[in-house]
């Protein structure tokens, strides 16, 4: 019974969780810019802190599922919500518009930035995404004029040219980390962005992976392409990440202990592209050849 009480106090009225939310933020920031961290009313700020937090976990974990239940079933009777959550190739087909446009603006903007602030990093940047970009526009191109699983030899052939593009990335990758480690080059985020976009990385990374194996089964080569294009897309940006990592949290650290760092990080995200690329390449060319050697032996 005394568990029971314990468990209500972590449920407390949605009032009174709107109310403590904005005058704990406001506490906390008070405590930490006026240097108060160890003042005796900071550690009452951080107790209401903390159990206002639990309050507002505690209250997802019991609201957020039956509204997730409930956004997914008017999803899935949506007929093109039905279909891109459960057609592999029309979801593909989707998701490789989205990811040429915003890799044709990410291009764009980086130019841009280039010329503006006259540095040769935006351009290193632009490079890579125009790598990302003309893989994906001949993909786009081959799903609208032959379609996923219409003519596997075309398909081997196309994933197999995507495969020897994937590997010039690392002409990009190896300029970008050059001038990381000796012209200080490199992303910045300041604040709770740095938290969002360390969340967001581990996000994309960790669905790239899932969905490299996922669809790999499907045995399409173009649908493993775009799964491995994005995984390569997805490392990078864990090298990113832990430039601006290093921004934010490292300042303690030696030039040399960073440097470091970052060269192993670099030489394993360089690693698992040049193996993704090769095995794509030796994989899609074996079966090109047991194709053509097929269909010579059936003349």
Not at 93 to 106: D, E, G, P
Not at 118 to 131: E, M, Q, R, S
Not at 191 to 201: D, F, N, Q, S
Request: one cysteine or more; aromatic letters at 14%; glycine letters at 6%.
């Amino acid at each position: 019974m005394e568990w029971k009480k314990l468990i209500k106090y972590l449920y407390p009225p949605l009032w009174s969780i709107i109310l403590l939310v904005p005058i704990c933020t406001a506490a906390l920031v008070y405590t930490f810019i006026g240097g108060y961290e160890t003042h005796p009313v900071a550690y009452l700020t951080y107790v209401l802190s903390f159990y206002t937090l639990t309050a507002v976990v505690m209250r997802c974990i019991k609201v957020v599922p039956k509204h997730y239940r409930a956004a997914k079933e008017k999803v899935y009777d949506n007929p093109i919500g039905n279909r891109y959550f459960t057609d592999h190739k029309f979801k593909t087909h989707v998701t490789l518009y989205r990811n040429l446009a915003v890799n044709i603006l990410y291009v764009g903007i980086n130019i841009v930035s280039g010329f503006l602030y006259n540095t040769a990093w935006f351009f290193v940047l632009a490079f890579y995404y125009t790598i990302l970009a003309v893989m994906r526009f001949l993909l786009v191109r081959f799903v609208n004029h032959v379609g996923i699983g219409e003519n596997r030899l075309k398909e081997l052939r196309h994933s197999r040219l995507c495969g020897y593009i994937l590997l010039t990335i690392n002409l990009a990758l190896s300029g970008a980390v050059l001038m990381i480690l000796y012209q200080n080059k490199g992303y910045e985020y300041h604040g709770i962005l740095i938290y969002v976009m360390a969340a967001y990385t581990f996000y994309i990374t960790t669905v790239a992976i899932v969905n490299l194996v996922k669809y790999r089964k499907l045995g399409s080569p173009v649908m493993s392409m775009t799964k491995i294009i994005s995984m390569a897309a997805a490392l990078v940006s864990m090298l990113s990440l832990e430039t601006a990592m290093f921004s934010e949290f490292g300042k303690d650290m030696t030039t040399e202990n960073r440097q470091i760092f970052i060269m192993l990080t670099g030489a394993g995200v360089s690693i698992i592209i040049v193996a993704m690329s090769v095995y794509s390449i030796v994989k899609n060319s074996k079966e090109i050849k047991q194709i053509m050697e097929n269909d010579t032996y059936g003349e």
